[in-house]
């Protein structure tokens, strides 16, 4: 493996335990809020507290799991733009690089062409 596979890697993986640590303190943060919330309410019971906690931590988690799931999709459709602009980069730079070529090669043949035709002393 090169070093910039390795560095890549290492960079993929680092990312990976961001967004885990990301999450994992995600899911602790909606209970905590609950239960603050809950303690409030001083003339619920205490299974409904518990679940009026439950419930809060369901929506809290499918609104971040939503959120999660639609800043991935922008994440792909960006990288999707990014690549179809660097795919036509390239394209565009091929060409130019071609023209380029046959103009070359073109000057170099008519230059040849003219010192034969006029009985350059070199040939």
Same mark, same amino acid.
């Given at each position: 493996?090169?070093?910039?596979?390795? #560095?890549?890697?290492?960079? /993929?993986?680092?990312? &990976?335990? %961001?967004?885990?640590? *990301?999450?994992?303190? $995600?899911?602790?943060?909606?209970?905590?809020?609950?239960?603050?919330?809950?303690? #409030?309410?001083?003339?619920? /019971?205490?299974?409904? &507290?518990? %679940?009026?906690?439950? *419930?809060?931590?369901? $929506?809290?988690?499918?609104?971040?799991?939503?959120?999660?799931?639609?800043?991935?999709?922008?994440?792909?459709?960006?990288?999707?733009?990014?690549?179809?602009?660097?795919? *036509?980069l390239r394209q565009?730079?091929?060409?130019?690089?071609?023209?380029?070529?046959?103009?070359?090669?073109?000057?170099?043949?008519?230059?040849?062409?003219?010192?034969a035709g006029s009985?350059?002393?070199g040939r």
């Amino acid at each position: 493996m090169r070093e910039w596979e390795r #560095r890549r890697a290492a960079a /993929t993986g680092i990312t &990976r335990i %961001e967004g885990y640590l *990301r999450w994992q303190a $995600e899911l602790g943060t909606p209970r905590a809020a609950a239960e603050r919330f809950a303690a #409030r309410l001083s003339w619920l /019971t205490r299974d409904e &507290r518990e %679940e009026l906690v439950e *419930r809060y931590v369901e $929506e809290r988690l499918g609104m971040a799991q939503r959120l999660a799931a639609g800043v991935e999709e922008r994440c792909r459709e960006i990288e999707a733009a990014h690549a179809a602009r660097y795919r *036509r980069l390239r394209q565009r730079m091929l060409c130019a690089s071609v023209c380029v070529l046959v103009a070359t090669a073109s000057l170099v043949t008519a230059v040849v062409g003219m010192l034969a035709g006029s009985g350059y002393p070199g040939r």
